[in-house]
């Protein structure tokens, strides 16, 4: 059985701090890996997506692959209030199916 | 931007009763899901859906059908209704053309049955 995992917190930081989001995964033959932002009520929308090792930067996100260790990272400096959210991580081995993790809730406090 | 429509926010349905959720999409993405998320347990897979009238089991497809007669409309059908269905349903596409693999999800379901 494929899995993602993640801390389900929750993360509490205050604003202006960086927050540290983390998930593994285990199917090694994962591919695509992406960070999806919930808030409460809300659907997922995507916020980042990775493909190759390394770091990958998008404003103030920073999408981090490792695929030796099968870990994914996602930072979010000068945290906002309005970044206050759960924050799913999901992978696709390229066929159709992405699996998603249970999410990471945020509070970032004011 | 993609627009990803479900009919019913908010369903409260009894035990036995035949539940139908409807989800349209209006970017001629070939890629449809249904989903379930609960609490700990993250976005669970249903069913997708690759072209009309295709389907495939997902994780969790016990319990439930789906239909896909037209391109743009998926839907989720709950044959006969059970307090273990209660959850959030949320439908998405994915467009192949673009191949990034993101997924466009609608508002959501949230359906509860007594």
């Known amino acids: 059985q494929k899995e993602v995992e993640q801390n389900s917190g929750p993360l509490s930081v205050p604003e202006g701090a960086i927050a540290s989001l983390n998930c593994t995964y285990s199917?090694?033959?994962?591919?695509?890996f992406f960070w999806y932002r919930q808030y409460s009520g809300k659907s997922p929308e995507l916020i980042m997506s990775?493909?190759?090792?390394g770091d990958k930067e998008d404003g103030r996100f920073t999408a981090q692959l490792n695929k030796a260790s099968q870990y994914v990272s996602l930072l979010i400096r000068d945290s906002q209030p309005s970044d206050s959210a759960t924050y799913l991580c999901?992978?696709?081995?390229?066929?159709?199916?992405?699996?998603f993790g249970a999410g990471t809730r945020l509070f970032v406090k004011a | 931007d993609v627009k990803v429509t479900q009919s019913s926010r908010y369903l409260v349905k009894r035990t036995g009763e035949k539940v139908f959720l409807e989800c349209v999409q209006d970017?001629?993405?070939?890629?449809m899901f249904w989903y379930r998320q609960d609490p700990g347990l993250g976005l669970r897979l249903i069913y997708f859906?690759?072209?009309?009238?295709?389907?495939e089991k997902g994780d969790i497809p016990e319990g439930y059908s789906v239909s896909r007669e037209k391109k743009e409309r998926f839907s989720l059908i709950l044959e006969s209704a059970s307090t273990n269905q209660t959850s959030m349903y949320l439908c998405?596409?994915?467009?192949?053309?673009?191949?990034?693999?993101?997924?466009?999800f609608g508002e959501g379901s949230r359906l509860t049955v007594l």
């Open positions: 970017m001629d993405h070939e890629n």
């Open positions: 199917d090694r033959g994962s591919q695509s």
């Open positions: 859906s690759y072209d009309v009238k295709m389907k």
């Open positions: 999901a992978e696709n081995t390229g066929g159709f199916k992405t699996i």
């Open positions: 998405a596409t994915l467009g192949t053309a673009t191949n990034t693999g993101e997924l466009f």
């Open positions: 990775i493909y190759s090792n």
